[in-house]
């Protein structure tokens, strides 16, 4: 019924692990750890202290709320359950029972009221009457939080405002020198954050959409009504939107990102690029389609965006692994990186390099490569980033990357 996981302390990474959840127990400095949507910052959310340590971390505002990681239902209720009430009523309300039957651990936080003489941090929920919840499915971030039994508050582990980490070097890149500890479970699996459901009211709401996509919440009983809230109050540019963390500016490298909505349906040419552009400089080309490379013949190559394999190396092999060893080898195996390859296209006489990346063809591929990819072509130096999105109406988690993309653009390309 209840999920549980059994640890073997005694091998050198259990040891580790070990450490950095006794740093999440009682550091004020938070610990960055892996989960299958993106790297969290993690802090115990019973303690004040170490919550705004997070903040200081990120150099976050304090009115965004944070989400509370947990890695147990038994965790969950011992977080919730008010002194005194009767044993037999459940302080997990009955319209998450199926939702948290079928998606958790996984990609999805739920919103509860914070109970009375709540044992969490205020700071956790910036003032709010309710907090999200979430169980992650990483065995890594799962072995962390029980280590540490303590609930973990955690946001995205980047610096505020930059694309989400989702791999253990992106945290190093934003956060070097203002943590000590980084879990490190190798690139993320699904790429995008939870999506955020509010059960609370009727009809329940998606406040952020995410790693579960609208479609398969609606199948769920109970939530077969399921609307986007966060649309219908943020456009009508409502003061208090329901996840207040939407109203930030986002997920933005350096340089502006280009988004080209699939509508579109064109790509991208260099003529086109370069009369954007101005004649010189570099650009980013992220696509997310089995686009032909697009340079004038100048390519290197035969097929743009290189996919180089992480292959984990497999420990204790004819010695069997304890559980924790063989959880570490089972998060490593199977992680992909993307590189951009260069391409030079000459214009007018002067040279201009496209930084050119493909993350696609499908969407899952699109989410999980997509703020690596930013993050990526940031470290070139380009001077802007185009992204070809992906059609919403694809479903599953296309709408949470189009949310992530229209968040990060600066200018949106109906047709180029
Ligand atoms: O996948 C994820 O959810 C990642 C990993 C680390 O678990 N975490 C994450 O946290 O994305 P963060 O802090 O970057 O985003 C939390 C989102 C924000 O949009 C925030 O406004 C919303 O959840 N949120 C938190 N508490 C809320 C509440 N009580 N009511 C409405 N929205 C809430
Ligand atoms: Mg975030």
Redesign the pocket.
Known sequence: EDWDLTLDGTTQDGKDLQLAASNLKHSDIPVAFP?E????LGADATRSAAVKGIYKAKQRPSD????V?IASLKQLRRLISVPNSSADIDPIPQIYHPLIRRFWPG?I?I?LPVPEDSKLAPEV?AG?R???A?M?RDLLALALIKTADVPVA???ANASTKP?PTAAEHVRYDLDGRIEWIVDGGPCDVGV??T?V?GLNSPPAV??P??IGIDLIRTVPGWEDTVVGYHDVSMKGDAAP?????KYRHYSPKAPVMLVEATGGKQPSSSDLARRLGSSGSVGLVRTKRWKRMGDGAAKGEVAGEVASLESTPKGAGTSASPLEAMLQETSRHKKQLHAEEVIIGHGGKPFTVWDMCIGPDTASVARGLFSALRELDRKDVDAIIVEGIDDEEGDIAAAVMNRLRKAAEVKLEQL
């Open positions: 989960t949507t993106v790297y969290g965004n709320p944070l989400i990681h990609p936080t919103i929920t709010l309710t907090f999200g979430r992650p955690a946001p995205s989400s954050e939870s955020v509010d406040l952020r995410g790693g329901r996840a207040p963390g939407m």
